[in-house]
């Protein structure tokens, strides 16, 4: 039994999930192909729930990482409170950029988690303030390399104002669906 047991033990230690899945070559050239501007249309629902807005013209780029052009005024729209609703309206489009952590490569696709950085949109001094948004870093996508598509989600999970965490926030998926320039 102590034997079973041991073995079993080494087994799962010498499983290590911080090896890569996939060698930066692999990587590099996943980035490769993926590379290029992306149009499309830009949904937004909450997380658990009904659609806010649909259609919406949306532009991304893919490098070494992503940046898609993000429009606050879609999240102002699930705000009740209307000075907190009019500045996201008042900030209009920003840029997230996010990295990618890629889960599979199959002979057309690439299957990957969006890694985005926190949104700041600075205020102070005479002007409206601060807006920090901090986006879900378990959502993500796919690229069909082939036919030159990308459909990936953004989640802002958190809604920060002037320093203090806006409580009534609902975490929102921001869903991109678009095709290689």
């Known amino acids: 039994m102590s034997i079973a047991l041991l073995f079993i033990l080494a087994f799962i230690s010498s499983c290590d999930k911080d090896e890569p899945k ?3 070559s692999e990587i590099q050239r996943a980035l490769f192909e993926m590379k290029g501007t992306y149009h499309g249309e830009m949904s937004v629902s909450y997380y658990h729930g009904e659609t806010i807005s649909e259609g919406n013209v949306c532009k991304a ?11 606050l005024s879609l999240m102002a729209q699930s705000i009740t409170d209307e000075r907190i609703a009019s500045r996201l309206r008042d900030i209009g489009i920003v840029q997230v950029k996010a990295a990618y952590e890629f889960l599979q490569m199959d002979e057309q696709m690439y299957h990957f988690v969006l890694l985005p950085k926190n949104v700041i949109c600075y205020g102070g001094y005479g002007t409206p303030e601060a807006v920090k948004i901090v986006f879900d870093q378990s959502f993500g996508g796919d690229a069909d390399y082939f036919y030159h598509s990308i459909i990936f989600n953004l989640s802002p999970k958190e809604l920060w104002i002037g320093g203090e965490k806006y409580k009534s926030f609902q975490q929102l998926v ?3 669906e678009g095709s290689y320039e």
Do not use: C, G, Q, R
């Open 174 to 176: 921001y869903h991109f």
């Open 61 to 71: 780029v893919s490098k070494d990482s992503l940046t898609v052009d993000m429009d």
């Open 22 to 24: 996939f060698s930066s």
